[in-house]
């Protein structure tokens, strides 16, 4: 039976082989490339892309990982169909099996059955990795074959339960085999050939594998030979609508030898070529690439996070750490300081008394804290809490981070990106206390000048003491009529009164000089400490906010980068 709607046999085994040649032609090294490269799409997207989106690629890696180190040199056909098709009979016809007494006769048992041409022991690896048991193996070549078999060396032939079993548990095991094999034989007969379950249920959901799919219409020898082509061609147009236009249709009958020549002669290219395995593979590759490609979209910048949005979150972040209330703090922190070491010494012990503006915060001098100790209190500072506003500038900066640095990602990545922005937010607190604390506000010392000017009060004031001691003297004697004292004299004024008067004015004098000057290093001590507090909590933003950003970005590059591999 060499009808093949309306081409000759030669025609049909011409194209199959011209479909399994030249540039489709698969290398085994390119193919485990791209296997490879949607491993790495898995790896880089598993904690970000939705587990089911990723369901094809896992099986994928599996099972090509696992073909691909099986036997290249075994060609796995499966024959696929409904019941009554008459798969068994073909694969007897084609094992020439007919007469022999462990030739599979129906009912089926709901599990496959394989035929190895050569030696089994090659394909011992393959048949249990494809689940076909010991006892349903058989081997075809035998010193008795002449050369007519040695063309379907390497060959692995699966009769197939079939797949419109009522048994839940065959159709299952069906599917399965279905994703193993290498090329697959769909066999129809005539009265079933339209079935709407075979082409909506199974050729259509085929499609990605049109280049590993032969159809046959099996029983040929039924039909009125005039009937013949034209079945073949509604056949044919069935197939088109199905999306397999371009796949192999022939007539085959398994009562009749003759009539599985061109079966056979496809079952020799395909085994021939060796191909079968790879482009089945590829195929999947293809598919599973496809089903990938709208998790994909443009490059995402993963290594700067735009500045202005970082300092924007810096902002919100200082706010709500209190660096503006802890600079103006460290500012009258070094006023008071000052005034202690520079101010009049009669007032600067009255001064003392009042208390240090950033010790009122808990925060110290110099030097950093034991953030690490365990046994830290929490808070450590006690610097006053957020408002609710704050609290909500820090949650809007958060977002907008995420929301700048995904803005050009395809779903599920702005999600992905938003929730690593969000998912240190509840150290964020803790974190920026103890950066605060552990900023050195730089108002632990004592400047020079501080001491210089304190010496120089020191002085003035032990000048106005010892005038003011001098003229006490003066008065005592005085009283007691003794012989007065006789005060040298600066001009027209007693020394002891210049000493007294000048002591005092001097004081006042340096004490209003140094005021200015106090100023101007209290605003510059600000400043710094402000700036010193900023890049602590900017670093607090980045690792805790940024950092999680930047490794999904990460990711999605990699991924993004592994999908174009894959797809090559
Ligand atoms: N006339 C004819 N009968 C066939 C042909 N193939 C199978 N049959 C018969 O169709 C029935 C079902 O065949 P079987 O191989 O068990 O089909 P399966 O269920 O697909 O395995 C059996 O009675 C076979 O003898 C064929 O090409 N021509
Ligand atoms: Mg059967």
């Given at each position: 039976?060499?009808?093949a709607?309306?081409?000759?046999v030669g025609?049909?085994?011409?194209k199959v082989?011209?479909?399994l040649r030249?540039d489709r032609?698969?290398?085994?090294?390119?193919?485990?490339?791209r296997?490879e490269?949607?491993?790495?799409?898995?790896?880089?997207?598993?904690?970000?892309?939705?587990?089911?989106?990723?369901g094809?690629a896992?099986t994928?890696?599996e099972?090509?990982?696992?073909?691909l180190a099986?036997?290249r040199?075994h060609?796995?056909?499966?024959?696929?169909?409904?019941?009554?098709?008459?798969?068994?009979s073909?694969?007897?016809a084609?094992?020439?099996?007919?007469l022999?007494p462990?030739?599979?006769?129906r009912p089926?048992?709901?599990?496959?059955?394989?035929c190895?041409w050569?030696?089994?022991?090659?394909?011992?690896?393959?048949?249990?990795w494809?689940g076909?048991?010991?006892?349903h193996r058989?081997?075809?070549e035998?010193?008795?074959?002449?050369?007519d078999?040695?063309?379907l060396?390497?060959l692995?032939?699966?009769?197939l339960?079939?797949?419109d079993?009522?048994?839940r548990?065959?159709?299952?095991?069906v599917?399965?085999?279905?994703g193993l094999v290498?090329?697959?034989v769909?066999?129809v007969?005539?009265?079933?050939?339209?079935?709407?379950?075979?082409h909506?249920?199974?050729?259509?959901?085929?499609?990605q594998?049109?280049?590993?799919t032969v159809?046959?219409l099996n029983?040929?020898?039924r039909?009125?030979p005039a009937?013949l082509?034209?079945?073949?061609?509604?056949?044919?147009?069935?197939l088109?609508a199905d999306g397999?236009d371009?796949?192999?249709?022939?007539?085959?009958?398994?009562?009749?030898?003759?009539?599985t020549?061109?079966l056979?002669?496809?079952?020799?290219?395909?085994?021939?070529?060796?191909?079968?395995a790879?482009?089945?593979l590829?195929g999947d590759?293809?598919?599973?690439?496809?089903g990938?490609?709208?998790?994909?979209?443009p490059p995402?910048?993963?290594?700067d996070?735009?500045?202005n949005?970082v300092r924007?979150?810096?902002?919100?972040?200082?706010a709500s750490?209190?660096?503006?209330a802890v600079?103006?703090?460290?500012?009258q922190?070094?006023?008071h300081?000052?005034?202690?070491s520079?101010?009049w010494?009669?007032?600067?012990?009255?001064?003392?008394?009042?208390?240090d503006?950033l010790?009122?915060?808990?925060?110290?001098g110099p030097?950093t804290?034991e953030?690490?100790?365990?046994?830290?209190?929490?808070p450590?500072?006690?610097?006053?809490?957020?408002t609710a506003?704050q609290r909500s500038?820090?949650?809007?900066?958060?977002?907008a981070?995420?929301?700048?640095s995904?803005?050009?990602?395809?779903?599920?990545?702005?999600a992905?990106?938003t929730t690593?922005?969000?998912?240190r937010l509840?150290?964020l607190?803790?974190?920026?206390?103890?950066a605060?604390?552990g900023t050195?506000l730089?108002?632990?010392?004592?400047?020079?000048?501080?001491r210089l000017?304190?010496?120089?009060?020191?002085?003035?004031t032990?000048?106005?003491v010892?005038?003011?001691?001098?003229l006490?003297v003066g008065?005592?004697v005085?009283?007691?009529q003794?012989?007065?004292?006789?005060?040298?004299?600066?001009?027209a004024?007693?020394?002891p009164?210049?000493l007294?008067?000048?002591?005092?004015l001097?004081?006042?004098?340096?004490a209003?000089?140094v005021r200015p000057?106090?100023?101007?290093a209290?605003?510059?001590a600000?400043a710094?400490?402000?700036?010193?507090?900023?890049?602590?909590?900017?670093?607090?933003g980045?690792?805790?906010?940024v950092?999680p950003?930047r490794?999904?970005?990460?990711?999605?590059?990699?991924?993004r980068?592994?999908?174009a591999a894959?797809?090559?």
């Open positions: 039976m060499s009808a709607t309306g081409r000759s025609d049909l085994v011409g082989r011209d479909r030249g032609r698969v290398d085994p090294d390119a193919l485990l490339a296997v490269a949607v491993e790495r799409f898995v790896r880089a997207t598993t904690d970000h892309v939705p587990e089911d989106r990723l094809p896992h994928l890696v099972r090509a990982g696992a073909r099986l036997s040199d060609t796995v056909v499966a024959l696929a169909g409904a019941t009554g098709s008459g798969k068994s073909l694969f007897n084609l094992a020439r099996l007919d022999s462990v030739g599979v006769r089926t048992t709901g599990v496959a059955h394989a190895v050569g030696p089994l022991e090659g394909a011992n690896r393959l048949l249990d494809i076909v048991l010991p006892r058989f081997v075809r035998s010193a008795l074959d002449g050369d078999e040695a063309a060396h390497g692995v032939l699966l009769d339960p079939d797949f079993s009522v048994e548990a065959h159709r299952l095991e599917e399965r085999l279905l290498d090329l697959v769909w066999v007969d005539p009265q079933k050939y339209a079935d709407r379950v075979v909506t249920g199974y050729l259509r959901g085929f499609q594998h049109r280049d590993v159809v046959v029983q040929a020898d039909l009125p009937d082509p034209v079945v073949l061609d509604d056949l044919r147009r069935l088109d397999l371009g796949v192999p249709v022939l007539a085959t009958s398994a009562v009749d030898p003759a009539a020549t061109d056979r002669g496809i079952l020799e290219t395909t085994v021939t070529q060796r191909q079968a790879l482009r089945r590829a590759v293809d598919a599973v690439t496809a990938l490609a709208d998790l994909i979209g995402a910048a993963e290594d996070v735009d500045r949005t924007e979150l810096t902002d919100a972040l200082a750490a209190g660096v503006p600079a103006e703090a460290t500012e922190a070094y006023r300081r000052a005034a202690a520079t101010g010494p009669v007032v600067r012990g009255w001064r003392r008394l009042r208390p503006p010790r009122r915060l808990h925060l110290p030097g804290p953030v690490d100790d365990e046994t830290a209190p929490t450590l500072t006690s610097v006053p809490d957020p506003a500038a820090v949650g809007l900066a958060v977002r981070v995420a929301a700048k995904s803005a050009v990602l395809p779903a599920p990545w702005p992905a990106v690593a922005a969000r998912s509840g150290d607190p803790d974190a920026l206390d103890r605060v604390a050195d730089g108002v632990g010392g004592r400047p020079v000048w501080w000017v304190g010496g120089l009060q020191w002085l003035v032990l000048a106005a010892a005038g003011l001691g001098w006490l008065y005592a005085r009283a007691l003794l012989p007065a004292l006789e005060y040298p004299m600066i001009g004024v007693p020394l009164t210049a007294l008067l000048g002591g005092l001097l004081g006042l004098l340096v209003l000089a000057l106090t100023s101007f209290a605003r510059r600000r710094r400490a402000e700036s010193r507090l900023r890049a602590a909590v900017a670093e607090v980045r690792e805790h906010v950092a950003v490794s999904v970005l990460q990711a999605y590059a990699q991924a980068e592994a999908l894959a797809g090559r």
